[in-house]
């Protein structure tokens, strides 16, 4: 039996730090190690995934004092540093969840970037031009790499961290002509095999709505920097 106490998580998503980053993420940080027992990155941890921008954040995370678990977002890809990026962040203390799932105080931690494709009777099938079936198998994929994660944890609590959103309602606010760019109920489709996931949390609609549920009930959290929360801050806190 998992007796553990409950855990407090604080999820952020899209920081998008920048070379010339005059935010104070450390401050931030250091507010959020007081309120909470782990801290969950939900991608764009970067603006462009250049390796000086991992270092600029690096430094504001290193005396954080509390778990950091995290997944990477598109922007994170973009000058196809990736590798460089997650060393300079391992180092810092970040645990990317990407294939590695983890354990903290009793709950576990499952995570994969995710991708589009569209949400409900609208998802993109896989049939036609090999680009569409290309695109297809990427969120099928990630589909498949965040169950393989999943059913590697053996614990009564499960946090999932995403960047592209598994449920239309946390897009809800975007233009709905993108609504095939931010998520894929291929995700959810997945959380939704599992009875111990407690809470998901993702990132990437800047314009979205802040809380959803998927079929089966798991709610889920938009907590993109840009949405407003139940804290009022920039991130959310989220009990599991």
């Known amino acids: 039996m998992d007796e553990q106490r409950r855990l407090t998580v604080a ?9 010339t980053t005059q935010y104070p ?7 959020i190690a007081g309120k909470a027992d782990v801290l969950a990155l939900c991608g764009d941890l970067t603006n462009h995934g250049k390796p ?3 270092e600029i954040l690096a430094d504001a995370l290193r005396s954080i004092g509390i778990p950091v678990v995290a997944v990477f977002g598109n922007h994170d890809y973009e ?7 997650e060393h300079i962040l391992t180092q810092a203390g970040v645990r990317f969840l990407d294939g590695a799932p983890q354990e903290i105080g009793g709950v576990g931690f499952a995570g994969v970037k995710g991708f589009g494709g569209g949400f409900g009777n609208r998802m993109l099938d896989s049939f036609g031009e090999p680009a569409i079936k290309q695109f297809v198998h990427e969120a099928v994929n990630e589909a498949m790499r965040l169950e393989s994660a999943l059913r590697q944890l053996d614990t009564e609590r499960v946090f999932v961290v995403l960047h592209y959103a598994p449920i239309a309602a946390t897009v809800e606010g975007e233009p709905t002509e993108i609504f095939p760019f931010l998520g894929s109920s291929r995700l959810a489709e997945t959380i939704d095999r599992f009875d111990n996931v407690r809470a998901v949390a993702h990132g990437h609609a800047h314009h979205g709505s802040y809380h959803g549920t998927t079929l089966r009930g798991t ?3 938009n907590v993109a920097q840009t949405i407003p929360k ?8 989220i009990e599991v």
């Open 52 to 54: 000086r921008e991992a």
């Open 230 to 237: 139940e804290s009022g801050r920039p991130y959310a806190l």
């Open 219 to 221: 709610p889920v959290y």
């Open 79 to 85: 000058c196809g540093h990736l590798e460089e990026v």
């Open 25 to 31: 993420y450390r401050e931030l940080f250091q507010e």
């Open 11 to 19: 999820a952020i998503g899209d920081i998008h730090v920048g070379e």
